[in-house]
């Protein structure tokens, strides 16, 4: 089995660390790779970020799905579930998001959850997957720990200030569990849990492991209706495998 | 005041079709531009499409933002209503989507609308942006008459087939007006009301008035927050104005 | 185009300050006429004078429908939006409430809003409007600044409380705009949202614009249905022109 | 206990036949006054008629009030639970609806019930109350047998009309009980249920019961806040008690 | 009218107490009987002690149905509502649970309402309750007093503590009415009331009331569909008389 | 890993058909112990079956947790995922129903999915799962197949009945997907699915491999709050390790 990571950004010191968060909690005969989009933003603080990320992500599961040894499953790791909907049509094979992930399998674990997430202007993001993903009544709160994406690693604080922003969060609000925020939180994810004594949920460990779930009850998604491959057309200014 | 309409598709003879629907609405003070991109599909059908799309139109946006006379107000004139949140960050005045526009206006009208569309798999989308409007009670039934949106102007049957499905989606919904889901259809609203003796509203007509009235009463949307202009990073594989 | 501004209540000041609010949006061929039924409350601070204040507007507004000019759109300007259903029904042009209005337009700002308003007594109606406009989501919070009605135009302090209020309720709900939750605070819009950096939005204004955006669509209301003409039966103790 | 049942139109036998409906489910101990008011429609079946009503049934509870011997609850008998807010802001004693009291006590009895009403034209209202009350989950469609008001007593088929209306309401919604959308039904709830093998509630039987239940927990209604008395304040071209 | 009040814990004195209250609020020709179950906890403070209550009071009602003189009507006297459904399908009679009478009341006095119970642990299933119950916009929070259901009798402070808690709950929470949230708190109904100036509404004499209304009407269940008699099967390791 | 799937009911042939099921997609290192509780009904098809069934189940878990080698997961094999918050109390790791995880497997793969169940009456339960689970707008449709728990292995038909149902239901609806409504259909899902052509999502398959992702993400659930060890008290008629 063959699962695709996607990191939406073009860091590609971040695709590794995401990689490697991915490889920890697959199963022995899962392969994990890491891709990162030849095109797009260094990391992805805004809706205009996330925008300008969506044609590469793309790009990287058409290339996937036309190439030699399609993916069996694709993960998007970026919190804000970039083009979920246009990357399933692209793709023949499941395709989940982590914020998607996380807040679902967070949800299995008691009456509510909190998201930490970096900076607070993604909030009003994250509001709208919890709705879309209908966890309006099991997401009890979104804060922002108002760190960088790219600062996460580089920032000695890092941990502390997470672990504080967690245990407060799930404090205020009652929590039974904590959904990281971020994909560059990922390998945080155990000592925070440890440290507050609440389980923490990354979405990339749970994406993975949801799409290695799909995988292996043989799901293939429907491939007509909503999602089905887009209609053949003629595109300006860029190449589109689905141009006419 | 100069209202800039974006056809967030490239084909130009549907730019011009939308931008004489906004005059023909337009006060006299007001001037309308009608702008494509340079950059995208010759229409949006999925979400791949609409996807391709925004990185043009956001373009486009930005372009007039710092040009010698940004417009004071922008109108996104596709029913899926792409990027506005992102529109919204690059932009220092009004953005509105027309999906949006068209919602807000019936709802004014009666106890329900009911949504003619152009294909059965853009209803997934417009269902959700009834969701995000808080038109969940409002809006009664959304159908698809499955005319492609580059025939709606070609197909010599456009009229009677939509005058038909506006009437039974009326019928069937009990709605108090009908919303047309495409900007190709524009040019057709006055027609059908007539026709089935139920106001039709067209979102680019709504939302080029909707913002004239935002621009009137003078407001310039918050420039902190959320929707404050993206913050400066690198971009691969594109040129972007935020930069560092 | 003819636009009657109602003033709901008896005090004829207000309905002048309110005609005035109306006619600085209005466009060129706008005529605003500003209308004070000849019964009910001086002004309306409880449900108990919502319900007299009915009678008198919609006497008003059919008093305009049998006249030689009716009106082409009618705004009610009390936030309460008293009688907004009834007045529908006799009415065959547009009729919106500023509250309808002020709400409608806030939500195309951003992601949320908050209403200051008068007395506390008045949030639940506020709080069952935005129920029924589908603002469940976008409304923030709704707040009082404890101003009996009739006092914003003779208090000294009323801009100095208003704008304090705004201020603290946009950082505490994190709110893209402030909705002014009376018909007396219409010219106070401009001045605050100066002050608070915020967008602020009257509904007098708004509800002028958007009834004026209705006609220039040339809307014209559903005839039949649960908005149709009131059924024809013997009123005692009142007039009634729909007496049988 | 006294318990005033208000008929908000001023058709005499059909206060007769409300009262009688009350009369036949009280407490040995409670004595029930039925009350015309002395202006208002002869029926109610618009938004209007509404309308007019409510100053006529306040004015009965004002009058009770200031009576000699205040009622100890008022039921308002007609099922768009006209005025039903201001009628608490002026009754120092519990005040119900008709439609309240019929929808919380048809959620007793199962997962789901079903209405059936009069006109058509009064579900958007019924609708309404639906929201208001919590029912969204629970009432499973609204149902017209399309007879007016006043036809019901002195139609002959009215009895069958209504069974029948009521059995096809049950199967198709799958539902647990019958809600009766009219105080003018209310002589027919045994023999229709009887009929359809489905329980039948009536408002007026349900709403004077419920009364009598809050009375005999001696629970007054919270005299501060959103209900308290109304302000007083001058009121033109109507007589009001509130006037100052 | 025989109405069966059956407390789901083993705990006699507090059955006796129960009986009392419902007794306190019957009308004259409705006999009370408090019955307690042979099998299940001291008191009910976990999702576990429910779940062992439940064949207790299944038992308990299903002795009475086909016993000589079946009762008229069942009282769950739990706030949990333990078992309702299952007990609906055992009983010929209509059965209501506490938490669901009481928040029906309590929805009638006003906007808004506040919960006040016992440990902290049992606010997840009101909270569900309050969702089932479609009182998600009425009901405005849920408080704990942190006295165990067994010390509410024992402990000197009870009274004090509640009043408090019940006090500050309704200030903070701006509501019309304060719902206990425990069959054990039944007897200070009326005194926290007197003290705070608030209505309070005790489930069992709600309960109590509301059965005793839905007797007078004859309502009878519907005896098919979700809640008709179980299907016989064979039972292992349990005696039940829908064994076949 | 050992994961223990409980078949809520006592049909010992049924465990056998579920564990098998669970072992079919568990991973090379996970160990599937089916458990049939020693009391409870031989199939759960009412409110009834499904509260006698609880203490078994319950009991089942508490033995694993007490004994030699403790389950790192629980699964609930019973679609109405009976008893699951008290098994959350019980246990000190991750429990997970079937309907749960079939539901949020099933929302992974489009904009919605039907379920298709065994009998009618089942159908009441699985509509407030949805709501519980906030699977509201994504499940558009319970469907049923009348054919008892037992039945299912034991008719000829089955697997014909269920492939038209599940075909019916997806067309009807317009779905992305089937979720299988009882554990006893397990083993039909992969054929189904290649029938018709949509993904067929059995719950023991998904809850499996949810557990399985659980465990492997090393999340512990919280042990304090709603969800800690029950408080020890007296248990009269039944015995319980956490009686005083």
Redesign the interface.
């Known amino acids: 089995m063959l699962i695709s990571v996607i990191n939406p950004n ?1 860091t590609v010191s971040m695709t590794d660390q995401i990689a490697a968060a991915a490889r920890s ?1 697959a ?2 005969g899962t392969e994990i790779v890491g891709v990162t ?7 992805i ?8 990320a ?3 992500l ?1 790009d990287a599961i058409i290339r996937s799905e036309r190439g030699d040894k399609p993916a069996d499953g694709y993960l998007l790791a970026c919190f804000g579930d970039p ?1 979920l ?2 990357a ?3 793709s023949s094979a ?1 395709v ?1 998001g982590i914020a ?1 992930a996380a807040m ?2 967070a ?5 509510g959850f909190s998201v930490v997430t970096t900076l ?6 994250a ?2 997957l919890v ?8 997401c009890r709160g979104i804060h922002a720990c108002e760190i ?1 994406v ?1 600062e996460l690693e580089s920032n000695p604080d890092t941990a502390a200030i997470l672990i504080e922003a967690c245990r407060s969060a799930a404090e205020e609000d ?1 929590s ?2 904590i959904v990281l925020g971020c994909a560059g939180m990922a390998d945080l ?2 000592l925070i ?1 440890e440290k507050i ?3 923490v ?2 979405g990339v ?2 994406g993975t ?2 799409l ?3 995988v ?13 491959s ?2 053949a ?6 190449l ?1 495998p ?1 141009g006419s």
């Open positions: 073009t909690v199963a022995p989009p030849t095109m797009g933003p260094a990391s603080e805004s809706h205009y970020d996330e925008a300008l969506v044609p590469g793309l083009g909907d246009a399933r049509e692209v499941p989940i998607e679902h399998a949800s299995l674990l008691g009456r607070g202007r993604t909030i009003g993001r509001e709208e709705d879309r993903y209908g966890m309006s009544k099991v960088p790219l009652g039974d569990a994810a155990q849990s004594g609440v389980p949920i990354d460990a749970a492991l949801l290695q779930s799909l292996t009850m043989r799901v293939r998604p429907n491939a007509t209706g909503e999602l089905a887009p209609p057309k003629t595109y300006t200014g860029i589109s689905f």
